[in-house]
């Protein structure tokens, strides 16, 4: 085992997670994948025999229909449903708060086992609805620029709750089936993008798991190319993602020579600029037709000058791509000042003279602070707030 692979390894397994919500209690449904939840039904007595059919019934109820309640699966015998519901139950993250912004952008704040605290963001577009979601609350990598990065990383999430989030939102969207008009409608939740708090990647098995579950057809059944795992660049699981997940694959890029991007994006002291473009040479699954995405978040005087943009098209040279350029969405402290608009526009038509889409990212929901990271600091800031206020009354009493 090399030192790169040994340290990701230890890296995705230091947050170790468990599917039940009391050791020994009831064992959470959702986030199970097809054969872990056969294996646990007959360990709780279903009959071997039986046991496709029953985890094809209850998936479909969870994941095609929305339903939450055993009692309410009406194609299982009645004293099967009351077994079920001393063993297991079907649980989702809390939303806590939700904001939605004058564009429609959704902003939720969620709660999760522990009391920890995650966000997902949906949003609308004309012919389409993304929804962000989290894979770890806090994060590890300290990205200078980015609001989530000064959070610490508390522990991974777990496919139940990265799964849940997604639940959580069509629950939201009122994007489960209706007996009443049961002639489909064009779909709220499209796509799916791994792009909230946290690096995917550090946290691999929770996260193919449940993008199996969102990508089965007999369930929430969203294609593969409608999602998108974005990484900072660790390098040992990128292969891995292809084989093991087949989704679309984003880069959060930043920098054009490695002096900037340590400073911007730590991880690349570990696997710098060659390491990372050289694994996405070699990427599995890109082609013309499936690009991969190189995220870069315009920063005035720091990493927009023409040059930069002249040298990423040369880094990049011989892998199919696409650049997004990410205006950067400014927060309370940050060192960092958005690129001036005549500066993102030069920088992208260099890219496009080079034969590259580079499409600019219209910022969405800056009324809410729905930038990744700002609503659950807020909430901790509060938090910090009345902690303060507790601990001086209780001074003054002592």
């Not at 660790?234 to 900037?260: N, R």
Request: net charge positive; hydrophobic share 35%.
């Amino acid at each position: 085992m090399t030192e790169e692979t040994q340290t990701s390894k230890i890296l995705t397994q230091n947050f170790v997670t468990i599917p039940r919500k009391v050791p020994g209690g009831p064992l959470n449904m959702v986030g199970l994948t097809r054969s872990a939840l056969r294996v646990a039904l007959i360990e709780n007595g279903t009959p071997e025999k039986q046991a496709n059919m029953r985890v094809g019934q209850i998936w479909q109820w969870i994941y095609e229909k929305g339903v939450r309640d055993f009692s309410k699966m009406t194609n299982l015998a009645k004293p099967y449903r009351e077994a079920l519901e001393k063993k297991f139950l079907i649980s989702v993250p809390e939303i806590i708060s939700k904001n939605i912004s004058q564009d429609g952008t959704r902003k939720y704040l969620m709660r999760i086992d522990g009391g920890h605290e995650i966000e997902t963001v949906y949003i609308p577009e004309e012919n389409r609805g993304t929804l962000c979601i989290s894979s770890q609350v806090g994060c590890t990598l300290t990205c200078s620029f980015c609001h989530t990065g000064t959070q610490r990383l508390v522990r991974n999430l777990t496919s139940s709750e990265i799964i849940g989030q997604i639940l959580v939102a069509r629950d939201d969207l009122g994007e489960w089936p209706n007996q009443e008009a049961p002639k489909p409608k064009p779909r709220l939740l499209s796509n799916v993008v791994l792009m909230g708090m946290g690096e995917p990647l550090y946290n691999f098995d929770n996260v193919r798991d449940a993008m199996k579950i969102a990508m089965d057809p007999e369930g929430v059944a969203l294609s593969r190319r409608r999602i998108t795992l974005s990484t900072s660049g660790v390098v040992p699981e990128i292969a891995k993602t292809a084989e093991e997940i087949g989704c679309q694959l984003a880069i959060s890029f930043h920098a054009t020579t490695d002096e900037v991007r340590d400073k911007l994006v730590p991880i690349n002291k570990k696997w710098n600029i060659s390491k990372l473009l050289e694994s996405l040479k070699n990427y599995p699954k890109v082609s013309n037709s499936e690009r991969i995405t190189f995220e870069y978040v315009m920063l005035k005087n720091v990493n927009d000058s023409d040059e930069d943009a002249h040298r990423l098209v040369k880094l990049i040279k011989g892998i199919p791509a696409k650049i997004n350029l990410i205006p950067f969405n400014e927060w309370p402290g940050s060192p960092f000042e958005r690129s001036d608009w005549k500066q993102i526009k030069s920088f992208s038509d260099i890219i496009y003279r080079a034969g590259y889409a580079s499409p600019i990212r219209t910022p969405r929901g800056e009324d809410i602070m729905a930038a990744c990271g700002q609503l659950k600091s807020a909430t901790e800031k509060k938090r910090k707030v009345t902690k303060s206020s507790e601990q001086l009354e209780l001074n003054k009493q002592v």
